[in-house]
């Protein structure tokens, strides 16, 4: 069983920087056909903000388009999201998830908290 741990949250202004990442216990990329980040404000529904497939392109959502930066290290089974230009409205939880080919499911992590200060 593949496990996902988030970290690199935490409480920033509005206008700074964080990286989130996310490690995978095992070769993530090998059974997974995309990895990414979505995130859950309270009261709303879990949203996608960035994602990889296993080809290595990459989908992000038009709010964090020019802002955020998914990346992944494959040697490091490593999935990392740069955050910059952080506003008030980017805070939530962010949640690592993985869609397992062979489960036809997604897996997530536990979550990380990122709290933008205005």
């Known amino acids: 069983q593949v496990q996902l741990v988030e970290s690199g949250g935490g409480l920033v202004q509005s206008g700074g920087s964080l990286r989130l990442s996310c490690v995978a216990s095992g070769n993530i990329f090998s059974l997974a056909a995309a990895v990414g980040w979505y995130r859950q404000a309270p009261g709303n529904l879990r949203e996608m903000v960035a994602q990889?497939?296993?080809?290595?392109?990459?989908t992000h959502a038009d709010s964090v388009k020019g802002r955020f930066t998914i990346s992944r290290d494959t040697a490091k089974n490593t999935v990392y999201l740069q955050m910059n230009s952080l506003k008030p409205e980017d805070t939530a939880v962010y949640y690592c998830g993985a869609f397992r080919t062979g489960l036809g499911r997604w897996v997530w992590g536990q979550g990380t908290q990122v709290t933008v200060s205005s």
């Open positions: 990889v497939t296993s080809s290595g392109s990459t």
